[in-house]
C-alpha cells in the first residue's frame, strides 16, 4: 500500500504540477538531453528564464480546474474512503492531506474516471492500466494462475509508460513493480 502512495503521490504531482512534488522539472528535462532521448521536450531558453515545452501529459489550467472540479464532486459511501472534496483545493488546483488509504482508493477508482476526458487516450490508458494493476494485487483474493498474465500487462506498461513518460517515473518503486 505503501507503493501505491508513492506512485499516487509522484503520478498526481506530476500530472497537476504541483511544486516539489512533480516529476518533471528543469533537471529531469536536462537528464533527457544528456541521454539523448525525447528532443521534443528539449528546455529552450528565452533571456533569463527556461521554458519546458509541454509533454503529452502536461495539463492546461482548464483541464486541472476538470480535474479537481470532478474529484471535488465525488460522493462515496460513508466509511468508504475520507470525504474527497476536503482534500481537493480549488484555489491551488492540487490534492492535499492524501493518506495510504485515500491513495488507494484513487488509484482504484476514481483516478482512471477522472483523466477519462482530459489526457490523450494512450496517456489515459497507460494510467488505467497501472491503476488496473493495483486493483488486482490488492485483491482479497489473488488467482495465482493468473499472476504471470498480470506480471505480463505491466511489463507492457512499464513500455508504454517510459513512451509517455520522463525517465524519472523509472525508480525504484516501478523497478519494484516490473520485479515483482
Known amino acids: ?15 497537476l504540477n504541483i511544486n516539489g512534488k512533480t516529476k518533471d522539472g528543469l533537471n529531469a528535462r536536462l537528464d533527457l538531453i544528456e ?5 521534443d521536450l ?6 533569463k528564464r527556461t521554458y519546458l515545452p509541454p509533454a503529452c501529459y502536461t495539463m492546461s489550467k482548464d483541464e486541472k480546474i476538470s480535474f479537481c472540479r470532478c474529484l471535488k464532486g465525488v460522493k462515496v459511501p460513508q466509511g468508504h474512503s475520507s470525504n474527497v472534496k476536503s482534500l481537493v483545493s480549488m484555489q491551488d488546483l492540487k490534492l492535499i492531506g492524501l493518506k495510504s488509504h485515500d491513495c488507494h482508493i484513487l488509484m482504484q477508482q476514481l483516478l482512471p474516471v477522472t483523466i477519462r476526458g482530459i489526457l490523450p487516450k494512450n496517456v489515459r490508458h497507460t494510467i488505467t492500466c ?5 486493483s488486482s494485487i490488492c485483491c482479497k483474493v489473488i488467482d495465482p ?11 507492457l506498461s512499464c513500455v508504454n509508460w517510459r513512451c509517455f513518460f520522463l525517465h524519472i517515473f523509472l525508480t525504484s518503486w516501478f523497478i519494484y513493480l516490473c520485479i515483482w
Open 145 to 155: 494462475s493468473k499472476l504471470d498474465e498480470l506480471q505480463m500487462k505491466l511489463l
Open 35 to 39: 541521454m539523448n532521448i525525447r528532443g
Open 130 to 134: 497501472l491503476c488496473s494493476f493495483f
Open 42 to 47: 528539449t528546455p529552450i531558453e528565452m533571456g
Open 1 to 15: 500500500m505503501h507503493v501505491q502512495k508513492n506512485v499516487c503521490d509522484s503520478l498526481i504531482g506530476t500530472l
